[in-house]
């Protein structure tokens, strides 16, 4: 083990719990830094949280302190790339690779994939890349063309889409056909009234300003979403794979 994974894993262990622990890298040959939230207990999971277009991995902080105090480690990059998908989606690719060779803390073997608006884009690009056992869309964008609808074509492990009726911040539900194209597409929900800001959490101004103001409800029914996800895709697995240990361990 490398002096830099003890330095990484004293910071997580020394952060309050559910408190962000900023981490400098190096992502598709870029450098940005990372908030990584941190469960109470060591995790073999993570959530990696994008952000959307010209937003920031602060927008991503109340999701991901409601998945580490469900048990994961939620992971928050700034994003390198302000407008290519497919070089974010290389980094995202980067990230997981670091998260499960153990370069910041413990190694991780499952990962599940949240992306807002443009990162629901990167996020899907990135979606096969080993570790990936999920996606959630959260009112995903696409390009025109469909570049994330043909990655949506083959994308090997369950989704879900978690959307806001057409707007112009949503490019009028332009990633809707994702739905009837993703293989394993374990829920589209359309939430009745959000704005394309009841998605982040945070989100700021700037964001209600252009596209709508937010709700209480309409953004719990968001944050039920994401806890839903981890909890199927990565602790029931662990879990099982616990008991299984455990039922070897007695023969």
């Given amino acids: 083990m490398t002096l830099r994974f003890f330095v990484l894993l004293a910071l997580l262990l020394a952060a309050p719990a559910h408190a962000a622990t900023p981490l400098d890298v190096t992502l598709a040959g870029r450098p940005t830094t990372v908030d990584v939230y941190a469960p109470a207990q060591p995790a073999r999971g993570a959530v990696v949280l994008v952000h959307g277009f010209m937003r920031t991995k602060a927008t991503m902080a109340e999701h991901a302190r409601a998945l580490a105090s469900e048990g994961v480690l939620a992971v928050a990059p700034d994003m390198p790339f302000v407008t290519s998908s497919l070089d974010n989606a290389r980094a995202l690719a980067d990230l997981i690779g670091q998260l499960r060779r153990g370069e910041l803390g413990p190694p991780i073997e499952r990962v599940v994939l949240v992306g807002f608006s443009a990162g629901g884009l990167a996020a899907i690009l990135a979606a096969s890349t080993p570790g990936v056992v999920g996606y959630v869309g959260l009112d995903p964008f696409d390009r025109p063309g469909g570049v994330g609808l043909a990655?949506?074509?083959?994308?090997?492990?369950?989704?879900?889409?978690?959307?806001?009726?057409?707007?112009?911040?949503?490019?009028?539900?332009?990633?809707?056909?994702?739905?009837?194209?993703?293989?394993?597409?374990?829920?589209?929900?359309?939430?009745?009234?959000?704005?394309?800001?009841?998605?982040?959490?945070?989100?700021?101004?700037?964001?209600?300003?252009?596209?709508?103001?937010t709700d209480p409800q309409r953004q719990r029914?968001?944050?039920?979403?994401?806890?839903?996800?981890?909890?199927?895709w990565l602790l029931a697995p662990a879990a099982q794979t616990q008991a299984a240990g455990a039922a070897l361990a007695w023969r």
């Fill in 221 to 232: 029914i968001v944050r039920q979403a994401l806890v839903d996800a981890v909890r199927e």
């Fill in 151 to 213: 990655a949506a074509r083959t994308l090997p492990v369950p989704a879900k889409l978690v959307r806001a009726p057409p707007s112009f911040c949503n490019a009028y539900a332009i990633a809707a056909p994702w739905a009837t194209a993703l293989p394993r597409l374990a829920e589209d929900r359309v939430i009745d009234g959000a704005s394309h800001c009841d998605f982040e959490g945070p989100t700021d101004r700037a964001c209600t300003l252009f596209c709508g103001a």
